[in-house]
């Protein structure tokens, strides 16, 4: 996987064409939510931004990012206008969520490149990255996102608690059993 040069940190996330969420590393799990614990069908970034109540508490500027994932489900739904999976997403994101229809109707299109995104974490405090997102070469349908952090910045040291907290643990070995 790509890395920026001059970053200390980072979170990977691949998504694919309808922002489903195909991995992600412990640092984005930590910073965003676990993905891995949902359900597959309901692993998806767009599901997780307008929908859940604590992105809404999670993302600084909420209401920018939100409306900016609506854009890119726009670009992908004149790409693919035949997915019914998306359809499906946007049916459903539509019903649940009251701006949606709202930026939906806006007819606004947007590729994520790269950009900035702030978070708050609850147990770290207030978090910048900048990402860039890379399409998967030989794979049209998957983008990989990268968030990365100044080295020696607030976010790098809540990123370095984050990592210490959330490591898995390492068990000692067993000192009955022949080495």
């Not at 790409?79 to 994101?93: I, K, M, Q, S």
């Not at 606004?108 to 490149?113: F, G, I, M, P, Y």
């Not at 770290?124 to 080295?151: I, K, R, W």
Request: aromatic share 8%; hydrophobic share 40%.
């Amino acid at each position: 996987m790509p890395t920026i040069p001059g970053s200390s940190a980072e979170t990977r996330t691949p998504l694919g064409r309808r922002t489903d969420v195909l991995a992600s590393n412990r640092l984005a799990r930590a910073v965003l939510t676990d993905f891995d614990a949902l359900p597959a069908t309901r692993r998806n970034l767009a599901r997780y931004q307008l929908l859940d109540p604590d992105a809404r508490e999670r993302v600084i500027d909420w209401e920018r990012i939100a409306a900016e994932t609506v854009a890119v489900l726009r670009f992908e739904a004149g790409r693919y206008p035949d997915d019914r999976r998306l359809a499906d997403l946007v049916g459903e994101l539509a019903v649940k969520c009251p701006e949606f229809t709202t930026w939906w109707n806006d007819h606004r299109v947007l590729r994520r490149t790269h950009g900035d995104k702030h978070y708050r974490h609850p147990l770290v405090a207030d978090m910048h990255f900048a990402y860039e997102s890379f399409q998967v070469p030989g794979d049209p349908e998957q983008t990989l996102c990268v968030y990365n952090v100044e080295p020696g910045s607030e976010t790098a040291e809540a990123l370095r608690v984050l990592a210490g907290w959330t490591a898995p643990a390492i068990t000692a070995p067993d000192a009955s059993r022949p080495g």
